[in-house]
């Protein structure tokens, strides 16, 4: 497959925003906005990850209204079914009709003890019920001084990809944990020297035929004003956006950074 054939993705990580009433009328004020806006979702595809209480909301809203939004959950659990309080199973996401599911985000990774080998077996989890992983990797501001900028988030993907064949769907999000929520994004050249990393990890791991059709989205600080210059970058195909993505002027602008690079 041709490197142009990759369809960029911009997502929005709402984490622990928006109850699902405050969904179901930011969903639809988001399709509104870039349908007005003459939005060509076959050019770049946009998705949400709201959090689970919000996710059948969602799902209704998305299919009666047959909008052309994408949506997954912001996490899932290893298992399949059971005694295992609190957790959602990819088969529970899968049944909602979530086409991607988030894992391996740093807050995840720091906050809930997600070791790589928990973050593999999630991987696992997810394909198996044909959900899309979207792979979380990046370094810590220590690892970056430590170890430079790409040894970290390529020893986490390397992990997570330990039960994961070639014929397997996945995204990879590099996302310095020093850029998230700081206001600092890494540069795009940063964000390029890393992807390229990343996309020779695919090569090695599941062929080259993987790498050239996998997405790998840059997070961290994503806005309207800065989005234009990662997306020039040949090894970024989209945005995994966290604080902007609440906000339906600037997600909206995100999405709509065709028309920032005159594409
Ligand atoms: O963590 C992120 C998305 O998953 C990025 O968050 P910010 O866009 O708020 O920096």
């Known amino acids: 497959m041709a490197v142009n054939a990759r369809v960029p993705l911009i997502a929005g990580n709402w984490k622990m925003n928006l109850d699902h009433l405050q969904a179901i009328a930011f969903v639809q004020k988001l399709a509104w906005s870039l349908k007005d806006a003459g939005h060509d979702f076959t050019s770049t595809e946009v998705a949400v990850f709201p959090p689970f209480t919000d996710l059948r909301s969602v799902q209704t809203l998305v299919a009666a209204d047959k ?10 659990s290893t298992q399949e079914s059971g005694a295992y309080t609190g957790e959602i199973s990819a088969a529970f996401l899968a049944a909602l009709e979530c086409q991607y599911v988030l894992i391996g985000h740093s807050e995840r990774r720091t906050l809930h003890n997600e070791t790589d080998e928990v973050v593999a077996a999630k991987v696992t989890a997810a394909l198996k019920h044909n959900l899309v992983p979207i792979i979380c990797v990046g370094e810590t501001a220590a690892d970056l001084e430590l170890h430079g900028p790409s040894a970290v988030p390529v020893a986490q993907l390397k992990a997570a990809l330990a039960g994961v064949d070639n014929a397997a769907d996945i995204v990879v999000a590099y996302e310095p944990v020093w850029a998230i929520g700081s206001g600092q994004a890494a540069t795009p ?39 234009a210059g990662f997306m020039k970058e040949p090894n970024v195909d989209g945005a995994l956006v966290g604080g ?12 709509r950074f065709q028309k920032h690079v005159g594409l």
């Open 244 to 255: 902007a993505s609440l906000d339906i002027t600037e997600f909206s602008s995100i999405v």
């Open 189 to 227: 050249d940063q964000a390029e020297q890393v992807a390229a990393q990343l996309r020779v990890t695919l090569a090695e791991v599941l062929g080259q035929d993987v790498a050239d059709k996998t997405r790998i989205l840059y997070g961290g600080s994503v806005k309207g004003v800065n989005i």
């Open 67 to 76: 909008l052309p939004l994408a949506y997954g959950g912001q996490d899932v």
